[in-house]
């Protein structure tokens, strides 16, 4: 069964830092580009951030650059998003998906990660910045 497996959220302070990981089972997250998304409540899902599968690639979306840093490490299966500087608008249960196209290219339509180019999802972390 092909499972990704999001953890890491929790209650944080603004400014504080917090990892997510993002675990798959069943298949090699090697073949694939993998996004992190979030959605916050009464808001549509966003994509925050991409990584390319051979050369690392790296897409951030303005709301999140210089804040947070993906990675990945195709030994431990895993893709982690280092978050820092957490703001109250970061409020949000964040996800990860499998892109559905080719490994190297990050799917950006109009500068933005669109839902629908990618494919298996987990279910989500949740992430709340609050003093």
């Known amino acids: 069964q092909l499972q990704l497996v999001e953890s890491g959220g929790d209650l944080v302070q603004p400014g504080g830092s917090l990892r997510l990981s993002c675990a798959a089972s069943?298949?090699?997250?090697?073949?694939?580009?993998i996004g992190w998304f979030r959605q916050a409540p009464g808001k549509e899902r966003a994509g925050i951030s991409c990584?390319?599968?051979?050369?690392?690639?790296?897409y951030y979306s303005d709301s999140v650059k210089g804040r947070f840093t993906i990675s990945r490490d195709n030994a431990k299966n895993t893709v982690y998003l280092q978050m820092n500087r957490l703001k109250p608008e970061d409020t949000a249960v964040y996800y990860c998906?499998?892109?559905?196209?080719?490994?190297?290219?990050?799917?950006?339509?109009?500068?933005?990660?669109?839902?629908?180019?990618?494919?298996?999802w987990g279910r989500g972390t949740q992430v709340t910045v609050s003093s």
């Open positions: 069943g298949f090699s997250l090697d073949y694939f580009v």
């Open positions: 990584i390319s599968s051979s050369d690392g690639r790296t």
């Open positions: 998906a499998t892109g559905r196209g080719p490994a190297t290219t990050i799917p950006t339509s109009g500068g933005t990660l669109r839902s629908a180019d990618f494919g298996t």
